[in-house]
């Protein structure tokens, strides 16, 4: 069983940065794609950042120019620089892996990430 264990959030002020981390064990069957999702109360989790083992990577249009998604396929590793972070950006951000095969998800624990304006 895939196990995925982030770390990185945390509160920061308006403009300010934050890195997430995401690490991955136990996929016996390879790691296709990693990303991250965020999600604040009453609404559905969604796609923030996404990036495939050949590393190509896609953004939601809110975070482009400012969120950078990179992967460290050697060390089953996926990270979230936040740059230029908003209040808005303040979310649950979910780390989120889908092996090759299987269509199955696997999502991390959750982050807190809070921006104060």
């Known amino acids: 069983q895939a196990r995925l264990v982030e770390s990185g959030g945390g509160v920061v002020q308006s403009g300010g940065s934050l890195r997430l981390s995401c690490v991955v064990s136990g996929c016996i069957w390879g790691i296709n794609v990693m990303g991250w999702y965020g999600q604040v109360p009453g609404k559905q989790r969604e796609l923030v950042a996404s990036?495939?083992?050949?590393?190509?990577?896609n953004y939601a249009d809110f975070v482009k120019g400012r969120f950078t998604i990179t992967r460290d396929n050697a060390k089953n590793t996926v990270y979230l620089q936040m740059n230029s972070l908003k209040p808005e950006n303040t979310a649950v951000y979910y780390c989120n892996m889908k092996p090759y095969g299987p269509n199955i998800d696997y999502w991390g624990q959750g982050t807190q990430v809070t921006v104060s304006s």
């Open positions: 990036a495939t083992r050949g590393g190509n990577t």
